[in-house]
């Protein structure tokens, strides 16, 4: 079986919505989304890859968690701290939590440059397990970012799409997190 690798940065399939989840994955597909979880875990800076970074036209990505991984399928974005923006939303301490936050981010699909991207600090997410179990969660801070990067992918949208600026890696930049 061939090894996986990722598409072009001008593959369309990165730029297209996919469509709807028919509700079923396949074995084969299954097997793919698995193979596509064992490539995260051979990348030390990778912490997420959406499907269609990889040409697996699949609603679905995977995400490092601790020394494993796991497939999030037909993930769905329940709720986000943009949503409501006369809702004061209060952290530990009651001090309120930003809504949204810029940041850096590189992606898999466009090496050697990071995006300046504004997202939601906080969010809640709907998606099946591979055995098709839904499951709901909520994410916060840089984790909201992967999340919602990952989905975005799926979404054909990538951080040039949303990018507030720019800037070219250098040699000491290799060992950042990427998505």
Known sequence: MAKLAFVSHDDKILTTP???FPGRLTKAEKRELERMSDLLLDMPNAIAIAAPQVGIPIRAFTVRDGGG???????VV???SDSDPDEIILGEGNIPI?????SWEQ??????VEH???RPMLL?????????IRHRASYHGFHARVVAHEVDHLNGILISDLSSGHRELGEDDQD???M
Do not use: N, Q
């Open 69 to 75: 991984a796991y497939v999030m399928v037909d993930p």
């Open 78 to 80: 329940v709720w986000h």
């Open 124 to 132: 809640k997410l709907e998606y099946s397990t591979l055995k098709g």
């Open 98 to 102: 930003p809504r949204r936050a810029p």
């Open 18 to 20: 996919l469509p709807p």
């Open 116 to 118: 300046l991207v504004i």
């Open 107 to 112: 992606c898999l699909s466009i090496p050697g």
């Open 176 to 178: 950042k997190p990427c």
